[in-house]
């Protein structure tokens, strides 16, 4: 246990100490990250700017945790949280700063990560430079014109609270169902259906799923909505097969909301924490919706992924496509590919698109899109991208652009090695974790690429998370 001794001896602060901070910057939690003699604490729900008094409630070796107790100094950008349940509620962690604070802020991170971790020089200001000797260019963030009610798919579980069902939210980092039948980033079709499911289930009997008490019931209720079509899909969740009167419950559930086409029953007797099980059937309606990004048609089905911020997917893969610079001619890789979205998305400039994806239910979907939309260039195969696209390599396969969008820990090393071996003109990075993608960038320069620019993208307004597409190029 030498290193919690050592933090106890080199921290400047203990455990329970009421400390003043300093807020210099935020965490990619969206905590502030405050000051105290050098030490860092970071402190849910203080900005940058602000100085604050709080409590010290964790400290590891460089760093400790903080609860905010009052804001000595405000930063001017604070406002008061639109939603009533916020402070409770795990889903939003920045809805006390201002909308356009929030997108400078969420660029400044991405330029921070891109000089500490990636090494990289960030060009002063955000025009674009005439190259090298400028930096790299890191756009400001694009935001959404009207940041709420933006997502098209929520999961809301479902417990037992005094006087009946709660519906609602995980409180921060626990399983503590909170009451609540709105919610501001979520449709209000969705708030609709979750106040009347709420209501049908308490008059038909329908206990929640409770694993200490061994009763079975509804675990979840998910509602995935097309913004472009209209049309909505609810999944009812239980832990065991057995739904006593569920044909009338989904036909009055349809019969109430327009625009439902589909309600589906899924059996879910995984651990706590997992949402949906394999086994799905339909209850009322389709087995699917559908939806459209750009010119692309999607069908959604109950377990099937589809991205959740529909109008900023489209900015985002629109930027993947600019950054691509397709003139018909070219073969691209895209590599985590998931359902094909970035893949369906460029086959239409591009001679030849291969898309893998590690899930091969996803590639299922892939290739089920690919024929919805008549699209013939498209080729998709199931497996780890690190060891698919080597052998793609070994067959013969060259690319002109690659396109990455890995999960949150960023690219696998193998796949970076062969990215380099392969030497496309092009590399698209586009990264949902701004300090796995300047590790990622780093090994890419080192490997012969320069990163162009940066585009931050908001995807998820009011959380502390930040969507970035990536330009580089092949400079040997
Ligand atoms: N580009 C996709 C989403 C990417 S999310 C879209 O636009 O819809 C990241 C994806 O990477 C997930 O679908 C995940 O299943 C997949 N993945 C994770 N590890 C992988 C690996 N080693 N090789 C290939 N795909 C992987």
Avoid at 325 to 354: M, N
């Amino acid at each position: 246990m030498g290193g919690t001794t050592a933090a106890a001896i080199s921290a400047p602060v203990a455990r329970e100490e009421l400390v003043v901070a300093d807020v210099v910057g935020i965490g990619h939690e969206g905590e502030g990250v405050g000051r105290v003699n050098g030490f860092t604490l970071f402190i849910r729900g203080a900005l940058p700017g602000e100085r604050v008094r709080a409590r010290v409630t964790g400290l590891k070796k460089q760093y400790g945790f903080a609860e905010l107790l009052e804001v000595l100094e405000p930063s001017p950008d604070r406002v008061e949280p639109p939603c009533p349940v916020y402070d409770e509620c795990g889903g939003c962690q920045l809805q006390h700063l201002g909308y356009e604070a929030q997108l400078r802020l969420k660029r400044q991170l991405v330029a921070d990560n891109m000089e500490r971790i990636g090494k990289l020089r960030v060009a002063a200001g955000t025009q674009t430079g005439e190259g090298e000797a400028e930096g790299v260019i890191v756009h400001p963030t694009i935001g959404m014109p009207d940041p709420w009610r933006y997502r098209n798919k929520v999961q809301v579980p479902i417990g037992e609270q005094e006087g009946g069902l709660a519906f609602g939210f995980y409180a921060t980092g626990s399983h503590r169902i909170v009451d609540s039948e709105q919610c501001l980033i979520r449709s209000e079709t969705a708030d609709e259906l979750v106040s009347l499911i709420k209501q049908m289930a308490a008059e038909a009997g329908i206990p929640a799923y409770d694993a200490e008490k061994r009763q079975n019931g509804l675990r979840h209720v998910i509602i995935k909505t097309g913004f472009h079509t209209g049309e909505t899909m609810v999944v009812l969740v239980t832990d065991n097969a057995r739904l006593p009167g569920a044909e009338q419950l989904a036909k009055r559930i349809a019969e109430a909301v327009p625009g439902v086409k589909s309600i589906c029953h899924n059996v879910n007797d995984g651990p706590p924490g997992t949402v949906m099980g394999p086994r799905t059937s339909v209850l009322w309606g389709s087995d699917r919706i559908y939806d459209t990004i750009g010119d692309v048609r999607f069908a959604i089905s109950a377990n099937s992924f589809y991205q959740v911020n529909p109008v900023q997917t489209e900015a985002l893969y629109g930027k993947a496509l600019e950054y691509a610079g397709l003139t018909g001619g070219e073969t691209v890789i895209d590599a985590y590919c998931g359902v094909g979205t970035i893949s369906l998305f460029l086959a239409q400039r591009a001679k030849r698109v291969y898309g893998v994806e590690l899930v091969p239910e996803a590639i299922e979907d892939a290739r089920r899109n690919a024929e919805l939309n008549g699209i013939a260039n498209a080729t998709f195969e199931a497996g780890p991208a690190e060891t698919v696209i080597p052998r793609w390599r070994e067959e013969g396969i060259r690319a002109d652009v690659i396109v990455v969008d890995p999960p949150r820990k960023g690219c696998d090393a193998t796949l970076l090695e062969t990215i380099v071996a392969m030497r496309p003109q092009r590399v698209v990075y586009v990264s949902c974790n701004p300090s796995t993608l300047a590790r990622d960038l780093r090994v890419l320069e080192d490997g012969g690429f320069r990163t162009v620019e940066v585009q931050p993208v908001d995807m998820f307004p009011w959380t502390g998370h930040v969507e970035c597409c990536v330009l580089l190029v092949r400079t040997k």
